[in-house]
């Protein structure tokens, strides 16, 4: 009985061994996985850099920011940065904390479940205008939504980005709120990029030329036509 435990022992002993010396391998090679993950998450450097993640502070290129709502106590730092514009998608405006008569506001609410290409047209537009005048801050509530698309826009309008890296930095920039992104990820996905840049060009206020405001535009020149005639 004796030499059986002592044959069952060295069996055992022998099955661990050899259990230990196949394990070693794959050990190794998820020891060289793990040690290389955060290689997989340095930030790319085209993306916005984080500057003050309290509001959500970050820089798109030298001339524009986002950021979520500021408050008073934020201006001096945003007015480090030289910020000339702020462009505001938020419902409520700006004047609760800005009030240096100097910078120039602009107020575009936006809601992305309901945004059109008439209201992309509006922000692009005005966020280009405003860097021929000096530095540029956007910003929503949050910084997140409804700032995510119009920056993303942006990327892929003026800096020919694909829509797919445009989505990229949306969802993985670290500015949170992914899981309202919905309505801001459909509108990006379907819009016709072309044709956006074309009304951008030619000073069209939308993609299509029956949008109410391109029927307002060609009421109001027919109205003119016929006074001056």
Not at 7 to 27: D, K
Not at 133 to 143: E, F, P, Q, S
Request: proline letters at 4%; hydrophobic letters at 45%; a positive charge.
């Amino acid at each position: 009985m004796n030499r059986f435990q002592q044959g069952l022992r060295l069996a055992l002993a022998a099955v661990v061994f050899f259990s230990a010396l196949l394990a070693l391998p794959l050990s190794m090679a998820w020891g060289a996985t793990t040690s290389a993950a955060p290689l997989h998450g340095v930030r790319p450097a085209n993306w916005a850099q984080p500057l003050d993640t309290r509001i959500n502070l970050y820089r798109m290129t030298p001339d524009l920011y986002r950021s979520a709502l500021p408050a008073a106590r934020d201006w001096p730092q945003l007015q480090a940065l030289g910020i000339a514009t702020v462009i505001n998608f938020y419902q409520r405006g700006d004047e609760q904390w800005l009030g240096d008569p100097r910078v120039h506001q602009v107020h575009l609410p936006l809601r992305t479940d309901r945004i059109d290409d008439t209201d992309v047209i509006e922000v692009l537009r005005s966020i280009r205008q405003a860097q021929g005048r000096g530095t540029v801050l956007i910003h929503c509530k949050h910084g997140q939504n409804r700032t995510g698309l119009i920056a993303a826009l942006y990327r892929v309008i003026y800096q020919n980005w694909s829509k797919e890296q445009a989505l990229a930095e949306m969802r993985g920039g670290g500015f949170g709120g992914e899981e309202r992104m919905g309505d801001a990820e459909r509108y990006l996905r379907d819009a016709d990029i072309p044709a956006l840049r074309s009304a951008l060009a030619t000073g069209a206020c939308s993609t299509s030329a029956w949008a109410l405001c391109a029927l307002k535009d060609r009421l109001l020149g027919a109205i003119e036509g016929g006074m001056k005639s």
